[in-house]
């Protein structure tokens, strides 16, 4: 099957050819037509499957063919989409907005609004006051523009939900909820996620009518691009000393490497500045200008290495991220299969690596159980732990159990602390911040209390460029000209320096300003 059989109008072809697109994925051409027949869809696809376009290509059919209605036409001189987008996060909001400029490229008067949290409302509202064909946005912030009475929903003609299951997961049930009811009752509504299982499926009942269900992936099968291994590492600094190997590594194009908290990786990003490397992390402490640079310097190969956490990552589309580290293992292990997915992307192929303690290897094991694949265990030569691998842990569960533990005495024996004098009194460089709430997780790795949190969470370098060059109030007060962000380079907007030796010097600067203060959920 080709795109010229999906009976898309001229323009969108021409778009689809632009972009070098010639054979729709799976997805694509089992979603699309029904969407362009009008039928509420219930779509279940794994990342990197081709899934934004799917949605963005029918809507943008939708709205062309309402151009040429006369009956439909007078509605595009009142406020409000015709069609409307929910994303949990701004960086996958983001992405489904350039898709839809991509696609639409060649569609007249295209006009597309992004409503995300972290950005002035000024614009916002700007956008929300005049006709528009196409709105994306946060659960959260749309909330914000309806209870002002900005945001008009009357005339929406197709509502999406991309995520769904990540949005419940957040807390936006009764925001759906909300937004949905605000919407006509004869709208199309085309619901993707990653499980359609219990409350999903449940907000699947009460806003889809008679829909089509299409499957294209679940989580149990085999990333074929991306290659998983498992290292055991014998203690906290064990752990950092194979991430820096793996991170010198000539294979390693770009990586994103996955923390369990902000604090995490504000304070990891900024071990990995002061060896050389150009690195920066992105959290949902930061900014929505940060945000934006550090993606956009991802992009552009300024960076190699993205130090995230879960929330911050969903949405991140670059083909030439060629390593995921967990450094940090995920809360849930549906979060794995999302965190993975960041690489291996546009038929590339990527590698997995997942860096863990003896006290996680209950995770492993739910992860493993949750994938029904078992992630091969590898060593590096130099670095091999001296405990033993906790294997009965780790295996997946056997058939007919249900992964339940069949009774005995635990496997390390009464809850003693594990032993071992493997990698004790050698450093491997680094300390990390105490165990405290903040962000996605309420705890972090070993304390190391001599390293100030404050200077830590500080980013530097050229992400962190001041706000006045980009209206972003969170960051007024940053001294212009000065470096922001993580890595040895020079300020937002000109070259980086080249590392000095074979790590690289120090990073230049002081430490910026301070991030704003943490907002109570992701939007």
């Known amino acids: 099957m080709s795109f010229d059989t999906l009976g898309l109008p001229e323009a969108l072809a021409r778009a689809v050819a632009d972009a070098g697109y010639t054979t729709p994925t799976e997805v694509q051409s089992r979603a699309i037509p029904p969407a ?147 919407t006509p009752a004869a709208r199309q509504t085309v619901m993707y996620s990653a499980t359609f299982a219990g409350h999903v499926g449940r907000l699947a009942e009460e806003l889809l009518r008679q829909p089509q269900r299409i499957e294209i992936a679940s989580h149990t099968d085999v990333h074929a691009d991306i290659e998983q291994r498992l290292h055991w590492a014998d203690n906290f600094a064990h752990k950092n000393a194979l991430l820096d190997h793996i991170l010198t590594e000539r294979s390693v194009e770009q990586a994103v490497v996955f923390t369990s908290t902000q604090r995490d990786a504000d304070w ?25 640079r550090v993606l956009q310097g991802l992009r552009s190969r300024d960076l190699k290495i993205l130090v995230a956490t879960d929330v911050a990552a969903r949405g991140i589309d670059v083909p030439t991220i060629s390593h995921v580290i967990n450094f940090g293992l995920p809360m849930k292990a549906e979060d794995y299969v999302h965190r993975i997915g960041r690489t291996g992307r546009a038929g590339r192929s990527g590698l997995a690596v997942t860096l863990a303690e003896r006290g996680d290897a209950g995770m492993i094991h739910r992860i493993q ?75 972090g790795p070993r304390a190391h209390h001599d390293e100030g949190f404050a200077a830590a969470r500080a980013p530097r370098g050229p992400f962190d460029a001041p706000a006045r060059s980009f209206g972003d109030r969170a960051e007024r007060g940053a001294a212009p000209g000065k470096p922001f962000g993580h890595g040895a380079g020079k300020p937002f907007g000109k070259p980086f320096a080249k590392p000095e030796g074979k790590f690289g010097g120090k990073p230049a600067g002081k430490f910026g300003p301070k991030p704003g203060p943490r907002r109570p959920r992701e939007a």
């Not at 400029?101 to 949290?117: C, E, F, K, M, S």
């Not at 990891?268 to 934006?292: F, I, K, N, T, Y």
């Open 36 to 182: 362009l027949a009008g039928a509420d869809l219930m779509v279940s696809s794994s990342t990197g499957s081709g899934k934004t376009a799917s949605f963005v290509l029918p809507a943008l059919t939708r709205i062309l063919a309402a151009r040429g209605d006369a009956t439909r036409r007078e509605k595009g001189v009142v406020s409000g989409p015709r069609i409307l987008v929910l994303a949990p996060t701004r960086e996958l909001a983001m992405q489904v907005a350039k898709a839809t400029n991509d696609y639409g490229r060649h569609v007249q008067g295209l006009r597309v609004a992004t409503i995300v949290g972290g950005v002035p409302y000024g614009a916002q509202l700007k956008a929300l006051r005049g006709p528009l064909d196409v709105l994306i946005a946060t659960p959260g912030r749309l909330m914000d523009h309806m209870a002002s009475g900005r945001a008009v929903l009357a005339n929406v003609e197709m509502l999406v939900l991309d995520e769904a299951d990540r949005m419940l997961d957040m807390g936006f049930i009764d925001d759906i909820h909300h937004i949905a009811s605000a």
């Open 268 to 292: 990891l990003a900024d071990r990995l500045a002061e060896m050389g490397h150009h690195v920066a992390s992105l959290h949902g402490g930061h900014p929505q200008g940060r945000r934006s």
């Open 369 to 443: 159980r949750f994938t029904t694949q078992r992630i091969p265990s590898a060593t590096i030569e130099g670095l091999e732990p001296k405990m033993p691998e906790p294997m009965r842990e780790a295996r997946p569960p056997r058939a007919g159990f249900g992964g339940r533990p069949q009774g005995g005495k635990p496997f390390h024996g009464g809850g003693k602390p594990f032993g071992g004098k493997s990698f004790a009194g050698k450093s491997f460089g680094g300390g990390a911040p105490a165990r405290e709430r903040d962000g996605e997780r309420s705890f």
